[in-house]
């Protein structure tokens, strides 16, 4: 009798990697570029032997550095990200009553989500040893959803010189996040049908 309701669940889990070239922050900052410093010293993170890089000559200008220069100054790193996301959804509509101007119809539904991530960056990022890149560490946690929500449509006026119908349109949701709490947010709209092909409508709301 023109009632329709609907739910979806979905879930959803992504496990990938990310590669990238890092040049070594210790290789840079422990000498500060100077030539010919090394004198014995090893790296500060990594504890490997110093290595003078010839920083001005053609070759490291051109890019063609020593086995050696390459694997003082830069290095690869592996990261992974595994997210998994998992949500519930449903709701109800269709017509409630007959009123004068028309008929009160009606929707109202919940949402329900879980949101869960595990970031691991590559050993190079993980002990803050990337060179002109910010530092990060493990990212991990969750995090809860859950929404309730309703609106009407509310006929008001029909059939009036120069009103072919007024409908009053209100909705309210409730979420609430466990990370940081919940509020409500509400719309209310006018829809003022003059004529066949001239309306007026008004709304104010919150997001």
């Known amino acids: 009798n023109g009632w329709a309701w609907d739910t979806t669940f ?14 070594f922050d210790d290789s840079i900052s422990d000498n500060n570029w100077a ?9 500060s993170v990594r504890g490997v032997p110093c290595v003078d890089v010839r920083w001005f000559s053609e070759d490291v200008m051109n890019g063609d550095l020593t086995p050696e220069e390459r694997a003082f100054l830069f290095g ?8 998994t996301q998992m949500s519930l959804d449903g709701f109800v509509t269709g017509d409630v009553m ?21 970031d691991l960056p590559g050993e190079i990022t993980l002990a ?3 060179w002109g890149s ?6 991990k946690g969750d995090d809860k959803t859950t929404a309730l929500f309703a609106e009407f449509d509310v006929p008001i006026f029909a059939d009036y010189p120069g009103v072919k119908d007024v409908t009053l349109n209100a909705s309210a949701r409730w979420t609430d996040v466990d990370s940081y709490g919940d509020d409500t947010t509400w719309k209310v ?19």
Request: hydrophobic share 25%; charged share 20%.
């Open 10 to 23: 979905a879930y959803s889990k992504s496990d990938g990697d990310y590669w990238s070239e890092q040049i």
């Open 35 to 43: 030539l010919g410093s090394c004198q014995g010293t090893t790296s």
């Open 76 to 83: 690869e790193e592996t990261g992974n990200t595994e997210y």
């Open 98 to 118: 007959e009123l004068p101007a028309g008929t009160l119809s009606m929707a109202a539904g919940f949402h329900y989500r879980e949101d869960e991530i595990d």
């Open 128 to 130: 803050g040893n990337a």
């Open 134 to 139: 910010s530092s990060a560490g493990n990212t």
């Open 189 to 207: 709209g006018i829809n003022w049908q003059i004529t066949d092909s001239v309306r007026v409508r008004a709304n104010k709301g919150t997001s």
